[in-house]
């Protein structure tokens, strides 16, 4: 075990106490304040030069060492989520329907922990910048940070960030050159009829019969347009329209989640979508307008940030326990903006698996799940070591 783990693992009781705390005041996007204080209190003690502001609650820490030259970017984020916690556990949130169930807790620890090891023990020639983002919750935080000048006030030559991954054992690492979450796009599709009276139809242009045909037709994006070995998912999550049986309503609303692992793909399915849409309407009497909300990018890990990623991580807890080459996943991640701006990597740990069994197993966004405390050390000493190859004196 290296030294650095053994370190990480003697603090472990202090971290996992202060990430049982911020599980039990989860703060939704754009709303981290009682985080951010917390973040920002600990990184001043520790002697980083804190900014606070950017994205609104971002928080970064800036400790530099030596005649380096060389900037490292460590994300980590800090937002709840809008569901009531149902684990029972005695450090559940004290905010009804509120919860930390996608693990913000435990990145935030995480990186928390890795701040202050560097801070009283690490060794490193250069610049570390510590990001502590908002509202990544489809929410954008990061890219709020970034318009609020993240990279011009803090430039990095690379870029790194870690998620907790239910399904694969616990303190597991897995990394992914290339392409490895898919973007996201929120789409609305605005059906405009002529509602009357149900027992006469024909007086009226039903926006509910058309955006039945448009629901059963967008699926034929995927099968005849994408491309066999390539992956896209539509969904039509929503679909709203009138309040009565015997009215042919006015409109009708469809709201889409569409996700893709290419770019191109992604430009394909928005053009396609507009054409199908457009084409089903007319046939059905009705117009239709697709609006497009914001959404983020496909996140891809670049090679060189990658390689180093998967070097310190074998180096930390052995091949056994490293993926190389992960599956993506079609779950969307707004670090994505920040890997457009800088090289880097984005990295899971696992966070248990069925054979582990307990809180740590169920996947995000539900309410029975909790983060792995046990991750604490792993996270933070992977942290550590990372920032000490990237900003090691000479070649790395």
């Avoid at 042919?248 to 507009?274: F, N, W």
Wanted: proline letters at 5%; glycine letters at 10%; hydrophobic letters at 40%.
């Amino acid at each position: 075990m290296s030294a650095t783990l053994l370190a990480m693992q003697a603090r472990a009781d202090a971290y996992t106490k202060l990430r049982r705390d911020i599980h039990q005041h989860p703060e939704i996007g754009f709303q981290e304040f009682r985080t951010s204080d917390l973040v920002a209190q600990r990184l001043q003690r520790w002697g980083y030069t804190v900014t606070r502001g950017l994205g609104g609650t971002g928080v970064v820490g800036q400790l530099k060492r030596g005649a380096g030259t060389r900037k490292l970017g460590l994300r980590a984020d800090m937002d709840a989520l809008p569901i009531q916690e149902a684990t029972g556990l005695p450090h559940a949130s004290c905010h009804a329907g509120l919860m930390h169930a996608c693990g913000h807790d435990g990145h935030t620890a995480m990186l928390l922990a890795a701040a202050e090891h560097l801070a009283t023990s690490g060794t490193f020639d250069g610049t570390l910048n510590l990001i502590f983002q908002p509202a990544e919750e489809s929410l954008g935080g990061a890219r709020k940070m970034m318009e609020d000048g993240l990279f011009d006030r803090f430039p990095c030559d690379a870029i790194f960030a870690m998620h907790n991954m239910p399904g694969f054992r616990q303190g597991q690492l897995l990394l992914r050159e290339g392409a490895t979450m898919a973007s996201s796009e929120n789409i609305l599709v605005h059906i405009e009829g002529k509602g009357g009276h149900g027992a006469m139809p024909h007086l009226g242009a039903d926006p509910v019969v058309a955006g039945a045909s448009i629901v059963m037709a967008l699926q034929t994006i995927v099968s005849r347009n994408v491309p066999p070995l390539q992956m896209a998912v539509i969904t039509v999550g929503a679909f709203q329209s009138g309040v009565a049986n015997n009215v042919i309503p006015q409109r009708a609303t469809l709201k889409l989640s569409v996700r893709s692992l290419d770019r191109g793909v992604r430009e394909l399915l928005r053009r396609r979508i507009v054409e199908l849409v457009e084409a089903q309407a007319q046939s059905y009497g009705v117009t239709a307008r697709v609006e497009f909300l914001p959404g983020y990018p496909v996140l891809v890990n670049t090679p060189t940030e990658t390689a180093l990623a998967r070097e310190v991580a074998v180096a930390l807890v052995g091949a056994e326990n490293v993926v190389l080459q992960t599956e993506p996943l079609t779950g969307s991640e707004d670090f994505a903006y920040m890997l457009e701006e800088v090289p880097g990597s984005y990295l899971f740990i696992g966070n248990g698996d069925e054979a582990s069994g307990g809180h740590g197993a169920c996947m995000v966004h539900n309410p029975n799940y909790d983060f792995e405390d046990r991750n604490i050390p792993v996270g933070a000493a992977f942290w550590v070591q990372l920032s000490e190859r990237f900003l090691a004196k000479g070649p790395i």
